[in-house]
């Protein structure tokens, strides 16, 4: 489901980038996010609508404090949207804010 353009807009780096208090943080979240992506499209395939909210959840709250509120923000549209669609919605109908997500997690860069 990742956009087969990602590496080509470049790395997102975290806000803390620059701060050494930070810097360890950062790099442990960053070091998760492939797992992350991994769930996130392994709770697509096998349709658990319920791990993809949670997920989607963690992410909402965590990013933005590692320094990454725009993935934060693509987390909090994709809960916001499963939140508010029918029980009965295909996990396809989120297509696009999953890509976006993914784009934005296999972007995500702890330092230059």
């Excluded at 442990?28 to 993809?52: C, G, M, N, Q």
């Excluded at 669609?85 to 295909?90: K, L």
């Amino acid at each position: 489901m990742a956009n087969q353009n990602a590496s080509s807009r470049g790395p997102i780096l975290s806000e803390y980038a620059n701060d050494a208090d930070m810097a360890e943080l950062v790099e442990s979240f960053v070091a998760e996010l492939p797992k992350r992506i991994e769930s996130i499209t392994s709770a697509v395939t096998e349709s658990r609508a319920t791990d993809l909210k949670r997920i989607a959840h963690q992410l909402r709250g965590a990013a933005p404090g590692y320094g990454f509120p725009s993935i934060g923000a693509a987390a909090a549209t994709l809960e916001d949207l499963m939140r508010q669609a029918p029980a009965t919605a295909e996990l396809a109908t989120f297509k696009s804010q999953v890509d976006e997500l993914i784009d934005l997690c296999s972007r995500a860069a702890s330092k230059r």
